[in-house]
């Protein structure tokens, strides 16, 4: 499975792991901030948190703009360091008055800026690495490698987050307003881990920066000749794709908002039991619960995986070991957890990252052995697929919802003590569904749009890519604005249709849209 690729992915894949964890470590508690810091209500943070999310993705169209004319791997250095400018500002405690409000506005849009540079660039360098005819076959299982890699750094940011908030809290006496301060500031530090991955090891990916590479003349760039019929076909295709795109990232970014509110005000919070092993907010190295349970799991699963895929006895041996090791730590656990954990809110986030770890491999091994007996689905197939499966996922949270008051009636409830919680598993295994969903659309989304993009314009199409991401952000406080207006299962149900429409609609257009990737 992570064989026959090029050195370079790697590189990229961990530089782009430090970044993520940044950029998560903000995202998992900026909603409440805008809360306990400056006292905004649900809608109002809401909209704020769906225009920053809908500029942070809409940015990277002018960056790949930039990047086709004077070189992806400038691009995605200047983005770095004005993305660390922004989580700078953002770690400053400047209090809740106007000035606060200026500095935080602009920390935003350094944030946005800089990711506009670095992200969608880093991804067509990764794409620019499978052009070559021998990596060819493997670019969807590279980029979705790579993304896992992303999430593997997501995976920690909601307990680090949480856990450095709760220490600064508890050490120092910090006010749980200021205490979000510093969960910002290790995001400027996952982003100097992150610049010195890249350029320690630039060499493995450098042949893959086309504009700097023709500019220096090294080497002459041959691209691949189109027709303008051809390069118009492709676009107009990849437009189709990013009009379901959109409707997906409504949908899933639903964990920031009403899946993150759903966590606070109707979901149990307390646990108890073996579940209370991956629900502890603590982020210590010598408490292996919560995060490092998750890893736990983790290990387990690419234990089994490795036990029949290696090729070598050393190889099996090493996963058996792994296996029993990871094994006996959450056998030993769930032995000896006594009492119960607090739950929080944001520590739901960690699970989808998680859940990409491991479900990453399984996914690429099921499609593996389709391919080898010739039935693997085409890339806008799975696309289709991971729609249905969203729309699923949705169905899990309209089920557990049940019975439940609507968020108006819930909070005097909450008020009053009164309030109906429900188990915590209702939201994991929405998480769980709803990953599976994101692995089937998100990196193989990405990796069709560096296959079928024209040439001369893959940093702008990859950019495209991003604004559908952006518009789909700028509607996510839809939902967010229902909330307190109509029942629970009137919001879960339009997420549900909207994911059924876009579903029926890529498979529609299925054709066309394989004809232009073959």
């Not at 003349?217 to 118009?232: R, S, Y």
């Amino acid at each position: 499975m992570f064989e026959g690729h090029p050195k370079g992915l790697w590189a990229l894949a961990l530089a782009n792991t430090g970044e993520r964890f940044g950029y998560y470590t903000m995202l998992a508690v900026f909603l409440f901030f805008l809360q306990d810091n400056f006292g905004f209500s649900m809608g109002t943070s809401s909209a704020i948190q769906a225009i920053f999310l809908g500029v942070v993705y809409f940015v990277p169209l002018f960056g790949g703009m930039l990047a086709d004319k004077f070189g992806f791997g400038k691009m995605v250095t200047i983005g770095i360091l004005v993305m660390f400018l922004g989580y700078f500002l953002l770690a400053l405690p400047l209090g809740a008055g106007t000035i606060a409000l200026g500095v935080m506005a602009l920390a935003l849009l350094f944030v946005c800026v800089g990711t506009g540079l670095f992200k969608g660039n880093l991804q067509v360098l990764v794409g620019n690495l499978y052009d070559e005819p021998k990596y060819a076959a493997k670019r969807d299982e590279g980029f979705s490698i790579f993304y896992m890699a992303i999430n593997i750094g997501s995976m920690f940011a909601a307990a680090a987050a949480l856990g450095i908030m709760a220490w600064t809290q508890s050490a120092y006496g910090v006010s749980k307003a200021d205490s979000y301060h510093f969960a910002f500031a290790v995001a400027c530090v996952s982003l100097i881990v992150s610049i010195i991955i890249y350029y320690t090891f630039r060499s493995t990916f450098a042949h893959a920066d086309r504009a700097k590479v023709a500019a220096k003349g090294a080497t002459e760039v041959v691209e691949e000749e189109l027709t303008p019929a051809q390069t118009k076909e492709r676009i107009v295709c990849l437009c189709l794709v990013f009009a379901v795109v959109i409707f997906f990232w409504m949908a899933f970014h639903q964990n920031g908002i009403t899946m993150n509110q759903f966590a606070r005000e109707y979901t149990a919070t307390s646990e108890s039991g073996f579940m209370s092993l991956f629900l502890s907010k603590s982020f210590s190295f010598t408490d292996v619960r919560s995060i490092w349970n998750l890893v736990c799991v983790i290990l387990v699963v690419y234990g089994v995986l490795n036990i029949f895929q290696s090729k070598t006895i050393k190889g099996k041996l090493i996963a058996a070991v792994l296996f029993l090791a990871a094994g006996g730590v959450l056998v030993y656990r769930a032995m000896t957890v006594t009492g119960s954990v607090d739950v929080e809110a944001p520590i739901f986030q960690q699970f989808n990252p998680c859940f990409v770890v491991a479900l990453t491999p399984i996914i690429m091994l099921v499609f593996g052995a389709l391919a080898k007996k010739g039935k693997e689905p085409s890339s806008p197939m799975k696309i289709g697929l991971g729609m249905l499966v969203a729309a699923s996922a949705f169905v899990i949270l309209l089920v557990g919802s049940m019975g439940l008051v609507s968020p108006v009636e819930q909070k005097a409830a909450l008020e009053a003590g009164t309030a109906t919680l429900v188990s915590p598993n209702w939201l994991i295994s929405t998480y769980l569904v709803l990953t599976v969903a994101e692995l089937l659309l998100s990196p193989i989304g990405i990796s069709f749009v560096s296959k079928v993009a024209p040439p001369k314009y893959k940093g702008m199409m990859m950019g495209g890519w991003f604004v559908a991401t952006a518009i789909g952000n700028f509607l996510i406080s839809i939902p967010g604005l229902l909330w307190d207006k109509t029942e629970l299962y009137v919001v879960w149900g339009v997420l549900i249709a909207i994911c059924l429409v876009s579903a029926i609609f890529i498979f529609s257009i299925l054709r066309r849209l394989e004809a232009v990737a073959k």
